[in-house]
């Protein structure tokens, strides 16, 4: 069955600290994942990690894919009160009907002043 | 803003009861999927419809049924509610089934509607 899985479930940090959140996949005919950012309702998204060992930036996110481990990592750097969300991340497989998107459980993250 | 609008957007419902939930989805876009997410949980699939038809389910029973108009617009209905089914019911649009990123097909996902069920 294929599976997302994050890690860690929740985080409480202070301003001006780094967050590394992981998210590892098992599942069949990868084709890309993709980071987003749930704040109250609707996720918003963050970036799509489609090649390994590429990293995408963002101001003060990024992110990188490793498709020989089958993980991903999303890295905050000097983070705000305003990164405090639930961190979601969701793989989108070659099989799957149209842009299905299958979801990890999330990381909350709390960012504390 | 996405463009993606959701009616309504709370609601409370009596378990046995039957809910339909609306998504508008962004202009131009003719792949409307729908996700359930509980309290603490990740979004799971539940369909995705294109071009008015059932393109693809998850792992749910045959009360959640669902349509899509000509307009691209899309319900959701779910029958014979359970107290389990109390989520946040998220719509997403795009413009293919499975076209190429990041050319221009984003999967953009509306405010949801929270469905409590008592």
């Known amino acids: 069955e294929d599976k997302v899985v994050q890690s860690p479930l929740s985080l409480v940090v202070h301003e001006g600290d780094t967050v590394t959140l992981n998210c590892s996949y098992e599942v069949t005919n990868f084709r890309s994942l993709l980071w987003y950012k749930q704040e109250k309702k609707a996720p918003t998204f963050l970036f799509m990690l489609t090649s390994s060992g590429i990293e995408k930036k963002s101001g003060r996110l990024s992110s990188i894919l490793d498709k020989k481990e089958l993980f991903s990592i999303l890295n905050i750097t000097a983070t705000q009160t305003g990164d405090s969300a639930i961190y979601l991340c969701a793989v989108i497989m070659i099989k799957a009907a149209g842009n299905k998107l299958t979801f990890g459980g999330g990381t909350r993250v709390l960012v504390k002043p | 803003e996405t463009g993606v609008t959701q009616s309504p957007t709370h609601l409370i419902k009596t378990r046995g009861q039957q809910v339909t939930l609306r998504c508008s989805s962004q202009s131009g876009h003719n792949t409307v999927s729908w996700y359930q997410q509980a309290l603490g949980q990740g979004p799971q699939f539940i369909f995705q419809y294109y071009r008015e038809e059932e393109n693809g389910r998850g792992n749910f029973p045959p009360r959640f049924s669902g349509l899509q108009f000509p307009n691209y617009s899309s319900e959701l209905n779910v029958n014979a509610l359970e107290l389990d089914d109390s989520a946040l019911y998220l719509c997403?649009?795009?413009?293919?089934?499975?076209?190429?990123?990041?050319?221009?097909?984003?999967?953009?996902f509306g405010e949801g509607s929270w469905l409590t069920v008592v």
């Open positions: 997403a649009s795009s413009l293919y089934p499975g076209g190429d990123f990041p050319s221009g097909n984003t999967i953009y």
